[in-house]
């Protein structure tokens, strides 16, 4: 019971108090009581999963636990731990698929049986987990090819367990490196589904049909008459799902009509996800496909109008910047404004008609910017229009800013003007104090044409505008001011310290040492640093976390009850005259040859067809044109030559860019989302193109080369099976479960082929670095890596060895574009050519944008030999690559401390080998890298900056064997990620 209510009430800061009690009950003797702490802990990791990340080898064994409840329970973590990072536990692969056999095979207990169906729940959970780890991964998905053809093919009982497996298995087959006999039987389900006079089943087959339609269009090209049918479907999820896929299947050939489908069922639904959905979607389809510029206006215009203010900020802000961005051609650019500024104009003169605000607020940017370009329409008509729109009642204050702003616009280009001098009088008296604001600027401004015109300069909305964030301006003053005796500014943090030391307060601390929770600091008094001076806050950088969360409820009024067996229908759904067994769809080699039959087949048919099928006919031609495997060959033989209509083009200046880009490195990251740089880096250390032929023949295994660096290698991705990788045996102990013993690994390739051992340059060596380690190689080129720890940044160096006795053509090594990495310069290298038996270097310097403890930059090498040929590899990274001590004294210390406000707290246990507060320093100085600032008996304070310059500063105090860690730094994120290091590093030391 205790466990349950842990799991449900705690919130984040109680998580440290209670953590080492619930770890504990994992050994119980117990199975309920391992399972209920098991979910315990999978709750945790969902509030707070840095402060779990230390127990991960405690799931493995759980795992590995003989009772099946406790292991299913696991499961839920190591689902949502490979979404985070599916390339950490690619060793467990086996183990899963090991598992899903053994639960296909029925060796579980019967308890667990549904229908007959053994375990389906776990099925699910197992194929969505063997998804993850498969994906892109062809070594991977090999091993779990077998048991997904044993899912398919026991799941064909009749019953809605069996679906929900089938359609987890269609995604999972779909999701994993191809196989082409496990598509042509994933297929042959989908048609199934799809073909099901049930709603239910139809409703699945819709659902796997819009998972898998990218990777297999001609799918869609197979039910295209069923597809066709369902946007008719009386039943609304039916239809929006059907209209996911046309979304997903949509070109240059066949956006107008699917677009006008989408506006069709727009302008019907009145669910507001619906519409902020689908409008989303159709400005994103008419951007990218639009024919011309006409279409393209007149579309957004009905976005604007039924998605009305429930629309996605985004929506109307990429429009607008579209339009004052442009093009390509500055002729294309001219033409749509001014189409816009005609359709505007002709909006605004209809009368009693109602816009949303958000349209209004566009109508408004764009008359304001661009109605010049109209010149055959007098500027006093245009402000004649916004006059009149300022006085309707249903206009808001904020869309009334932008009225006037675009009257302010329109004003400076006009000479003279009655109605602004009408609607100065007007409004100048406003009860509206931003009008009144707004109307007083625009008095002033209007007798002052030269200042006017400077101030709004026509088309300029893309110029940057230079802002002095430091205020220099008031340096004069300031300096005037304290030459006169004046105090200097003191921030608020600092004041509300100074304040907190001089009242007397009530002291919170504990009595004796306990497992300290997150919490602020705010109003405690008494906590005394080595420096002797308060390290009380007035915030917590955990405080944001503690608001009240609205509670959603379902909102039935007016709502018909229409629900029942059959699904959302008014009366039962007329079966449709479709009962023949569906055609097996096989792998993309096949399909190309199907596509080419299938006009063939059907023409013979036309003569019979009734006027309704006829025309359901030509639908179909015009939806799914552009689709087929055989170089984008339509149904109509048509070929997609189309490209995205509108592709943006920056005004601004190259050279004001790189001034952007140096005025970003200078800035410093309070928050670290993302990280900015502050440390100069040298051209030299980050050039790309730089490229060193070294002439060093060695002969080396791939194992000696492998077992250089572990650390560099992808989990999961060595040709040996790690050693830690959970033993099968392991696996439901003392139960009645056959033991399925895994395939030995493969070995590695001959010792006796010769390979290039490279190495670094001698003004590299002096600098801390890994040691050369193998990403990948092929017959003819190895890819080796070395890690080198600069000062102000992380450098990456890749050797390309050459192992062919000719030269290689045309080598380019490329990293991919990640989400928490940054590649500085260019994220490729290029080698014309590299000569036989030798070896061309390419350096790259890395910059962690988004904080993780753990990650990966992934890439490819393809070069020419006879054939061109594509070798991908990765680069694991981790938050110690980019942390790095940080010198100061115990006075800079103390006053660091008190401006910094995101702070956590825990206590550890301390090993048995590390007995004084210097031992346990020196471990966290060697391995972390954290700079000793200072020790004073039981306590000591510790100093690093992640690269560049968010520093990061560490209170430890010992008591009784514990450990107590105290983090405080500028990013929110950083303390959490450096706890997870300490913790790892004291439990291996």
């Known amino acids: 019971m205790a466990l349950t209510i842990v799991s449900q009430i705690f919130p984040r800061e109680m998580i440290p108090a209670v953590l080492p009690l619930i770890e504990d009950k994992l050994q119980h003797s117990k199975e309920i009581i391992r399972r209920k702490a098991v979910q315990a802990l999978y709750k945790f990791y969902l509030i707070a999963p840095n402060q779990v990340q230390h127990i991960h080898d405690k799931f493995r064994k759980a795992l590995c636990d003989r009772d099946v409840g406790v292991m299913a329970a696991s499961l839920h973590i190591y689902l949502e731990m490979i979404k985070e990072n599916s390339s950490g536990y690619k060793d467990l692969t086996e183990s899963f698929v090991i598992i899903l056999k053994q639960v296909v095979g029925g060796k579980l207990p019967i308890d667990f049986n549904y229908h007959s169906v053994p375990a389906p729940w776990l099925q699910i959970q197992l194929l969505r987990i063997l998804g993850l780890l498969g994906k892109d991964d062809p070594r991977t998905s090999e091993l779990m090819y077998d048991v997904l053809e044993e899912s398919l093919r026991r799941a064909e009982i009749n019953h809605n367990i069996t679906y929900a497996i089938l359609f987890e298995c269609v995604q999972t087959i779909y999701t994993i490196y191809p196989k082409s006999e496990l598509l042509e039987k994933a297929a042959k389900c989908i048609g ?212 006037m702003a675009a009257v302010t616009k329109i004003a400076s280009r006009a000479s003279f003007s009655k109605t602004v001098d009408k609607l100065i009088q007007e409004f100048s008296s406003s009860l509206d104090t931003c009008m009144r604001q707004h109307t007083f600027e625009l008095k002033h401004l209007c007798e002052d044409k030269v200042l006017m015109k400077g101030l709004l300069p026509f088309d300029a909305s893309c110029n940057d505008m230079v802002v002095d964030a430091s205020l220099s301006f008031l340096d004069e003053f300031v300096a005037e001011g304290l030459g006169q005796g004046a105090a200097p500014y003191k921030p608020h943090h600092q004041r509300q310290e100074e304040k907190l030391s001089q009242e007397k307060a009530l002291n919170f601390e504990p009595y004796g040492l306990s497992f300290a929770s997150s919490v602020s600091s705010s109003g405690i008094a008494g906590r005394q640093s080595p420096t002797g001076l308060s390290f009380g806050s007035d915030t ?175 989990p999961g991705l060595d040709d040996k099976l790690s050693d830690s990788r959970l033993s099968p045996l392991s696996l439901f102990a003392d139960s009645n479960i056959e033991i399925l013993q895994p395939s030995p690994s493969s070995q590695c390739e001959n010792a006796n082929k010769t390979v290039l051992l490279p190495s670094l340059a001698e003004e590299l060596e002096e600098l801390p670095h890994s040691e050369v380690a193998e990403l990948c190689q092929s017959d003819a080129l190895a890819l080796y890596l070395c890690k080198v720890w600069k000062d102000d940044s992380l450098l990456l160096v890749v050797f390309v060895s050459n192992k062919n006795p000719s030269a290689l053509n045309a080598v380019n090594v490329v990293f991919e574009k990640e989400e928490h990495f940054q590649i500085l310069e260019s994220p490729a290298c290029q080698f014309p050519v590299i000569e036989a038996q030798s070896v061309g270097r390419c350096q790259k310097c890395v910059r962690m944008d988004k904080l993780c403890t753990q990650g990966v930059i992934s890439g490819f090498v393809n070069y020419q030999s006879e054939m061109e040929t594509h070798l991908e590899f990765s680069i694991p990274l981790s938050l110690l690559d980019f942390i790095r001590p940080m010198k100061m004294t115990t006075e800079d210390f103390g006053k660091l401390w008190l401006s910094l406000s995101n702070d956590v707290k825990q206590n550890i246990k301390m090993p048995s080998s590390q007995d004084s507060i210097s031992a346990a320093l020196s471990v966290l100085h060697q391995k972390l890298k954290l700079h000793i600032v200072d020790i004073i008996g039981n306590e000591g304070i510790l100093a690093c900056q992640l690269l560049p310059s968010v520093p990061c500063l560490l209170h430890c105090r010992t008591h009784s064997g514990m450990l107590a860690l105290w983090f405080r730094s500028p990013c929110s994120a950083l303390p959490d990620g450096l706890l997870y290091q300490c913790q790892k590093v004291m439990e291996e030391s």
């Not at 009240?548 to 067996?565: I, M, Q, Y």
């Not at 096989?586 to 023409?603: D, F, G």
Request: overall charge negative; proline content about 4%.
């Open 192 to 403: 199934k589904f799809v073909l099901s006079p049930q709603i239910n089943l139809k409703y699945l087959g819709l659902k796997a049909l819009t998972c898998v339609i990218q990777q297999d269009p001609n799918l869609a090209l197979e039910h295209q008459m069923t597809i066709i049918e369902c946007l008719d479907h009386p039943d609304p999820i039916i239809k929006r799902e059907t209209l996911e896929i046309l979304y997903r299947i949509t070109n240059g050939h066949n956006v107008v009509v699917i677009v006008q489908k989408m506006l069709d069922y727009l302008k019907e639904t009145k669910e507001e996800y619906a519409i902020i959905t689908l409008a989303g979607k159709i400005a994103e389809l008419a951007e990218k496909y639009a024919p011309n510029n006409e279409w393209f206006i007149q579309t957004m215009n009905a976005v604007f109008s039924v998605g009305g203010d429930v629309l996605y900020p985004d929506i109307p802000n990429n429009f607008l910047r579209l339009l004052a961005e442009g093009f390509d051609d500055g002729k294309e650019d001219k033409q749509l404004r001014t189409y816009a500024v005609r359709s505007y104009l002709a909006l605004l003169e209809e009368e009693n008609v109602f816009y949303p605000q958000k349209f209004l607020q566009v109508m408004s940017w764009v008359l304001g910017e661009y109605s010049s370009l109209a010149t055959d329409v007098d500027p006093e008509t245009i402000l004649r229009r916004l006059h009149n729109l300022l006085k309707k009642t249903f206009v808001t204050s904020e869309t009334k800013a932008w009225i």
């Open 540 to 714: 917590s950088g955990n405080s944001t976390e503690m608001g009240h969360k609205e509670t959603n409820t379902l909102k039935l009024e007016g709502v018909r009850k229409l629900w029942g067996k059959e699904g959302y229908l008014p009366k039962k759904e007329s079966k449709v005259g479709k009962e023949d067994e569906p055609q097996t769809v096989s792998c993309s080699s096949l399909l190309a040859r199907r596509v080419a039959e299938t006009p063939v087949s059907k023409s013979d048919q036309v003569s019979s067809l009734s006027e309704e099928e006829k025309e359901k006919q030509q639908l179909a031609s015009t939806l799914f044109v552009g689709l087929g495997s055989n170089a984008n060959v339509s149904l109509m033989g048509k070929v997609d030559l189309s490209t995205q209509k509108f592709k943006r083009k920056s005004k601004v200046d190259k050279a004001q860019s790189n001034e952007e880009a140096l005025d970003m490195q200078n800035s410093a990251a309070s928050d670290f989302g993302p990280l900015v740089d502050t440390v100069p880096i040298t051209k030299e250390d980050c050039d790309g193109d730089k490229h060193t032929t070294l002439r060093k023949p060695s002969l080396c295994s791939s194992d000696t080369v492998g077992e250089t660096l572990q650390s560099v290698k992808k």
